[in-house]
Nanobody, 129 residues
Framework: QVQLKDSGGGLVQSGESLRLSCAPS????????WAWFRQAPGKEREFVAA??????????YYSDSVKDRFTISRDNAKNTASLQMNDLKPEDTAVYYC????????????????????WGQGTQVTVSS
């Protein structure tokens, strides 16, 4: 069965950095878009970042709350995705989930949870002030 393993979370102070990783296992599947979502206590899951392809070019999307601080990347050789999280803030505290979709799309498409086919189990990120 297809599974995604997301990892790299932890406890850090405000202003510090973390790097999350996402690695698939199991049966092969189409993976045209990779993304990270997060869910804070008492809140709905929200879009964080996405990585996809437009032709031979890579395209990334970010929510306004993490733009210029987080960077999503894809290592094709290792078949993994990462989320570099810099200048972390207490409001970034959440469980972060990796997700993979079979299709590419625009920001308006990829920011929606419903378009993703596979999800990781989540990794906790806690940022203290």
């Amino acid at each position: 069965q297809v599974q995604l393993k997301d990892s790299g979370g932890g406890l850090v102070q405000s202003g510090e950095s973390l790097r999350l990783s996402c690695a698939p296992s199991g049966r092969s599947f189409s993976s045209y878009s990779w993304a990270w979502f997060r869910q804070a206590p008492g809140k709905e899951r929200e879009f964080v970042a996405a990585f996809t392809w437009s032709g031979d070019n890579t395209v990334t999307y970010y929510s306004d709350s993490v733009k210029d601080r987080f960077t999503i990347s894809r290592d094709n050789a290792k078949n993994t995705a990462s989320l570099q999280m810099n200048d972390l803030k207490p409001e970034d505290t959440a469980v972060y989930y990796c997700a993979v979709a079979r299709y590419s799309g625009t920001y308006q498409y990829l920011k929606e949870e419903r378009v993703y086919d596979y999800w990781g189990q989540g990794t906790q990120v806690t940022v203290s002030s």
